[in-house]
């Protein structure tokens, strides 16, 4: 799994919590995140565990996208272009339980106003929810492999560790909205293949899922600890 070197690890998980401060969260909606204030950095990362069984709960639509937002600026506020170069990833949602949204899969823009495009149907939905879980959502880090390993680009071992900080903090700042999830580093070809239809070049790199989670039991409710590791 992509990770953030230790030497930079306070620098890089407080710079991922911290572009939250500005996250707007949509209120006058029924599910938790609609009234609970934003957390602390200490209570999000004590709740961030591989929570793999979700409710049947949709997620707001809206809430989605800021999500994606959130990783995006989390991932900019790590690894500054400027300093670290530039590597464009594409975001894609793959939608069960979105409420405004219809199953399927969906290009996340950063327009605000109009944040979901529907990719042409491809039949993945169901890999994608055995391959990973029965998340309400999964947010799908894709990129340019090829354009990143070319002379004078960051590269591929920069390119993995920056998914991973866009999978991250889209996980964390879930986390502070009250949802729970799970990060998976490994790829998904069907996904590659989606994604694909908009560039011809990109592919899968790191998933979230996401949704509410489903607590009968705490041993049932997350995942061993060797799981929580990975």
């Known amino acids: 799994m992509p990770l953030i070197?230790?030497?930079e690890l306070p620098h890089g998980v407080l710079a991922v919590l911290r572009t939250r401060d500005s996250w707007p969260v949509e209120t006058g909606r029924r599910f938790p995140a609609a009234t609970r204030p934003l957390?602390?950095?200490?209570?999000?990362?004590?709740g961030r565990?591989?929570?793999?069984?979700?409710t049947g709960e949709p997620v707001a639509a809206r809430d989605v996208a800021k999500i994606a937002e959130h990783a995006r600026r989390a991932e900019r506020a790590v690894w500054p272009a400027p300093a670290h170069g530039v590597i464009g990833y594409t975001i894609l949602v793959a939608a069960f339980r979105i409420t405004g949204l219809a199953p399927g899969l969906y290009l996340v823009s950063e327009d605000s106003s109009e944040p979901f495009s529907a990719l042409p149907t491809v039949p993945c939905l169901e890999s994608l929810r055995t391959a990973y879980s029965d998340a309400a959502f999964l947010l799908l880090v894709c990129a340019d492999i090829a354009a990143a390993c070319q002379h004078g680009a960051p590269g591929y071992g920069p390119l993995l560790i920056r998914a991973g900080t866009l999978g991250h903090g889209a996980w964390l700042g879930a986390i502070s909205l009250g949802l729970a999830g799970c990060v998976y580093a490994g790829p998904h070809h069907?996904?590659?293949?989606?994604?694909?239809?908009l560039d011809g070049r990109s592919n899968h790199i790191f998933t979230t899922s996401l949704g509410w989670a489903h607590r009968p039991a705490a041993s049932c409710a997350y995942g061993t600890p060797d799981e929580e590791a990975r």
Do not use: C, D, G, N
């Open 5 to 7: 070197p230790a030497e």
């Open 39 to 46: 957390e602390t950095a200490e209570s999000v990362l004590a």
């Open 49 to 54: 565990r591989a929570v793999r069984l979700f």
């Open 190 to 197: 069907l996904v590659t293949e989606a994604v694909r239809l």
